[in-house]
């Protein structure tokens, strides 16, 4: 579900995207969610708290932040880099992926959950996303 709306607000349709994370009740998920449809809402000063909470042994790991598509709300915010450096020590180097190849490679992995026509969501890591030269 975070997943399509962000593919939703990649493509530009973000009303969509907040109507669909309003759908769910995330207060009871862990922090590798929350923070995720924080940054897929825009919320920066939410990622950070979540960021800093995390710290450097957190699920998601320092790449993932660089590459993960769900951070591209928020990546280039001075507060969200900031918030990087302090928790892991070096300065922030997002991934040189393009929007596009972002915006791809969740249009295919929502086409493959209807495929499985199944309500189980399908997980987009960094590695699912085509780099574009």
């Avoid at 951070?71 to 302090?86: I, S």
């Avoid at 295919?108 to 890591?125: G, I, M, T, V």
Wanted: glycine share 6%; proline share 4%.
């Amino acid at each position: 579900m975070v997943n399509l709306a962000n593919a939703y607000k990649l493509n530009g349709d973000s009303k969509k995207a907040e109507k669909l994370l309003d759908q769910e009740d995330f207060s009871v998920v862990n922090d590798t969610f929350k923070i995720c449809v924080a940054s897929v809402g825009g919320d920066c000063d939410e990622v950070v708290k979540i960021m800093k909470r995390m710290g450097i042994d957190c699920d998601i790991g320092e790449k993932a932040y660089e590459d993960w598509p769900v951070f591209f709300h928020v990546r280039e915010k001075e507060q969200f880099k900031d918030a990087f450096k302090d928790v892991f020590g070096r300065e922030y180097i997002p991934s040189p992926k393009k929007r596009r190849g972002i915006s791809n490679a969740m249009r295919k992995n929502e086409f493959r959950a209807q495929e499985k026509k199944s309500d189980e969501p399908l997980l987009l890591s960094p590695s699912a996303v085509e780099r574009e030269d």
